[in-house]
């Protein structure tokens, strides 16, 4: 069984800022269509009153979530962001008022319940006050809590930090304590090398470099006779000793007494035939 829905798959946006910055009139402060979606800033003290308009005269029935902004560097420096979703038509819209410190924002609770939850987060994140809103409370910090995590100056480590004491038996609250400063960024390639010393290796051993390789040593020789240390006498005399040496005659070894004579005067054996005993013949046969 197919289920068939008014609502398009795709929903244009063409027409659909005209319309809806005529139906606000007054209230809208600037209207665009960037990246694909229709965002228009409306006075702060007239949010309730478009938010209204849209949900009933347009069909945009749902609130799908209230976001926060923050531009530290204009008067009025955050953004308050209303997403609205038109299951109907299957379209969404994007709403939204500027607001300070000091300038509180008019619930929406009226609206849509589920509000409260949403302007409770951007509170807890970015300090917007919510006129009108009877339960703004942090929602996502603790009780104590200081300050408001989402904004530009913020800092990431935060200004306090919270454990339990096993001194006091409860949670305490302490100034945050840094052993090194995280906001020291590196960005040299770790393939690279650190030109410096990284924490913690100064206090390794630095073993000096080895010394390099000596070159091997020339061999000493003689070049002349008087560098010998025993002039010419010691020359001729260890000359006329190769001399001799050469031309004595080499000396054969003389055999022993009753030692076999050398193999190679010795009559060469003759083959023995085929099934012939390997008894000598002086030995008559039985014996």
């Known amino acids: 069984m197919t289920v068939l829905h008014s609502a398009p798959k795709f929903a244009s946006n063409d027409g659909v800022l005209d319309t809806l910055t005529k139906a ?7 209207a665009r269509e960037e990246y ?36 530290p560097s204009r008067a009025e420096r955050f ?3 209303y997403m609205l979703l038109s299951v109907t038509k299957n379209h969404r819209v994007m709403v939204k008022v500027t607001a300070a ?7 929406v609770t009226t609206l849509w319940p589920v509000a409260g939850w949403l302007e409770r987060e951007v509170y ?5 006050i919510f006129a009108g809103n009877e339960d703004l409370r942090r929602i996502l910090t603790d ?30 609250y ?23 010393v990284l924490p913690g ?26 560098d010998t240390g025993a002039g010419e006498p010691a020359n001729t005399e260890a000359a006329k000793k190769v001399a001799k040496a050469k031309a004595a005659p080499k000396k054969t070894a003389k055999a022993e007494p009753g030692a076999p004579a050398p193999t190679e005067s010795r009559p060469a054996r003759k083959p023995r035939a085929k099934g012939a005993s390997a008894k000598p013949s002086s030995v008559p046969e039985g014996s």
């Not at 606000?24 to 600037?30: F, H, I």
């Not at 100056?153 to 409860?170: A, C, I, M, N």
């Open 24 to 30: 606000l009139g007054s209230a809208v402060v600037t």
């Open 36 to 71: 694909g979606e229709i965002v228009i800033t409306v006075a702060r003290d007239q949010i309730e009153n478009a938010l209204r308009t849209l949900r009933d005269d347009h069909q945009y029935q749902q609130l799908m979530e209230i976001a926060g902004v923050d531009y």
């Open 79 to 81: 953004d308050v962001v």
């Open 101 to 107: 410190e000091s300038t509180p924002v008019p619930t």
């Open 124 to 128: 807890d994140m970015y300090g917007v």
């Open 143 to 172: 009780y104590g809590f200081e300050g408001h995590p989402f904004r530009k100056d913020f800092p990431l480590t935060g200004y306090q930090e919270l454990r339990y004491s096993e001194e006091d038996k409860r949670v305490v």
């Open 174 to 196: 302490e100034p945050v304590k840094l052993a090194q400063d995280l906001r020291s960024f590196d960005f040299m390639s770790p393939w690279e090398g650190a030109d410096y």
């Open 201 to 226: 290796d100064e206090k390794a051993v630095q073993s000096p470099p080895p010394p390099p390789p000596a070159a091997p040593p020339t061999p000493k020789t003689t070049d002349s006779k008087a």
